[in-house]
């Protein structure tokens, strides 16, 4: 790394671990700087327009952070969230991430699976993960992934939806009698778990 000036340190220090090409100019850096900044590796460009600077300790997954950071409301579901939970062995080539319907997908530079889920269920079992210690974002709970793999099954496929729902019955903590409530605000879903649930209790 080559050297910078007083001043661009000073600016530089003043700014979240994770921020955006405004949040720098607010805080005093050029565009010049902005850039020799990160030529020089003392930040890196995470996508257009987001940086993150190299000083920082915090380990942080790159794709996450931009995506919470253009869809504040992200969150992830279907496989990736399975994944997540311990309740499945796949690993999706892409990211699944929900939005409500009504919002529209940002440009994101990861790779991900956009899937807009019903606004007036969308906040149903939806809790949040911190990516670093400024950014969290969305993820839905183990029995809102069953519930979403059992009524998307057709595009998700069978396997996933039995394979997760066996591997969380057998944990301690599961409980049906609580997963059968929430399914009941997704009509689709109610029956195929009530039949599978039939077959593996």
């Not at 300790?57 to 253009?70: C, F, S, V």
């Amino acid at each position: 790394m080559s050297a910078w000036n007083a001043s661009d340190g000073g600016a530089l220090r003043g700014l979240p671990a994770t921020f955006t090409y405004s949040q720098a100019r607010a805080g005093g850096l050029s565009k010049r700087q902005i850039y020799r900044l990160r030529d020089d590796g003392f930040i890196e460009a995470i996508s257009r327009g987001l940086f993150r600077r190299m000083d920082t300790d915090e380990l942080a997954d790159p794709d996450l952070l931009d995506i919470a950071r253009r869809a504040p409301l992200a969150t992830l579901c279907l496989t990736s969230a399975l994944a997540r939970h311990g309740l499945t062995d796949e690993i999706p080539a892409t990211i699944d991430v929900a939005l409500p319907r009504d919002k529209y997908r940002p440009a994101v530079q990861a790779p991900v699976t956009w899937h807009h889920f019903d606004p007036d269920t969308f906040g149903t079992g939806r809790t949040t993960v911190p990516v670093d210690s400024e950014t969290s974002i969305g993820l839905y709970t183990a029995p809102r992934c069953i519930i979403d793999v059992a009524r998307l099954r057709y595009r998700e496929g069978n396997e996933l939806f039995y394979g997760a729902l066996r591997r969380w019955l057998s944990r301690r903590e599961s409980s049906p009698s609580e997963l059968l409530a929430m399914a009941r605000l997704f009509p689709p879903a109610e029956r195929p778990l009530r039949e599978a649930m039939e077959i593996l209790l």
